[in-house]
């Protein structure tokens, strides 16, 4: 699996994916007023997206459980009959997990097509849905093959790990949703908002940076070890999480610096407040902003990229993959 480049793709399609339809459903929860979420926009871009992200979450997932399979059984994909499928799916905990994560998506995309006029329960439902199904990436990847109670801290160490990952990128896709061209002309007060959300989620932001820098120590130790670090960073595997923890000193630089530079920029421009300051254009610092999150949602992908790299590698070196 580790020289299979179309398995890799799309570990990184349902990586991006689910982690987005946990992610957008959570930010009404904690960034927008109950006014907020009761109006036309920006609800109904997010319900609009979250049925869309269902929809390829589940072609997706389908398409993943059937190359895997087919990639078992040494056929091609179109090549591949029911029966090895259904084997697959009847008999492993990665068959189960995908039982789990469509019976998670269809309630999603049934709580962002039927109860958007409830928006608080639709986004909570759909928060716990995308939650379950980001979930069952745990069993994809090392902390599946990992026996015993070591594995199961391993897995809960996982979806911790994951869950908060899926809210700061949900949270990003919300910010470049709100703050778009054609949000700031359809919305008004777009970017007020944009600006009174992000200081919102700086708190939320906080405790999912904690999360994740403290289950992704406990992962590394699981999978590597301490006394392994050396003897690993001589592995593709090695290599691969170096430029992903580089990627995420990144995205914390990029954070820091909405939440203590471009917002406060932004909220001053629009006050008017920051008279003194020849740039402080609403129109600059929208775009100062959008360019930030441009910028922090890329690094987030190329994170995601080495992750559904990284789960098909052995961290040593001359260790054949499973």
């Not at 906080?206 to 994740?212: A, G, M, Y």
């Not at 001589?234 to 530079?261: C, D, E, H, I, T």
């Not at 909220?267 to 008279?275: I, N, P, R, V």
């Amino acid at each position: 699996m580790a020289d299979n480049p179309v398995l890799i793709g799309i570990r990184f399609a349902l990586y991006a994916d689910l982690m987005l339809v946990a992610g957008l459903a959570a930010f009404p929860l904690y960034a927008l007023t109950a006014g907020e979420r009761r109006g036309p926009q920006p609800m109904a871009a997010i319900w609009r997206m979250e049925r869309w992200l269902c929809v390829i979450g589940l072609l997706v997932s389908t398409l993943g459980m059937g190359a895997l399979a087919a990639s078992m059984q040494g056929v091609a994909l179109l090549s591949l009959e029911f029966q090895p499928f259904w084997d697959l799916v009847r008999e492993t905990d990665v068959g189960m997990a995908w039982v789990c994560r469509s019976a998670a998506l269809l309630l999603a995309l049934a709580a962002a097509i039927w109860l958007t006029r409830r928006p608080a329960m639709a986004a909570a439902i759909l928060t716990l849905a995308g939650s379950i199904a980001v979930a069952t990436l745990a069993w994809s990847g090392h902390a599946g093959a990992t026996e015993g109670s070591a594995g199961t801290l391993h897995r809960v160490s996982d979806i911790l790990h994951l869950i908060a990952a899926a809210v700061w990128i949900g949270a990003i896709g919300a910010f470049l949703l709100l703050i778009s061209p054609r949000r700031i002309r359809e919305i008004p007060d777009a970017a007020r908002l944009a600006a009174r959300s992000l200081d919102q989620f700086s708190h939320v932001g906080t405790i999912c940076v904690l999360v994740i820098a403290a289950t992704g120590l406990v992962n590394s130790q699981m999978i590597v070890g301490a006394e392994n670090l050396g003897r690993s960073l001589g592995s593709p595997y090695g290599q691969l999480l170096v430029a992903k923890l580089a990627l995420f000193g990144l995205m914390l630089a990029l954070a820091a610096a909405n939440r203590w530079r471009l917002a406060p920029a932004l909220a001053a421009a629009l006050s008017g407040s920051d008279t003194d300051n020849v740039d402080a254009d609403p129109a600059l610092s929208l775009a100062a902003m959008r360019k930030s999150l441009i910028i922090e949602a890329a690094a987030a992908l190329a994170i995601l990229a080495l992750v559904a790299w990284l789960g098909t590698l052995e961290p040593f070196v001359g260790v054949a993959p499973a």
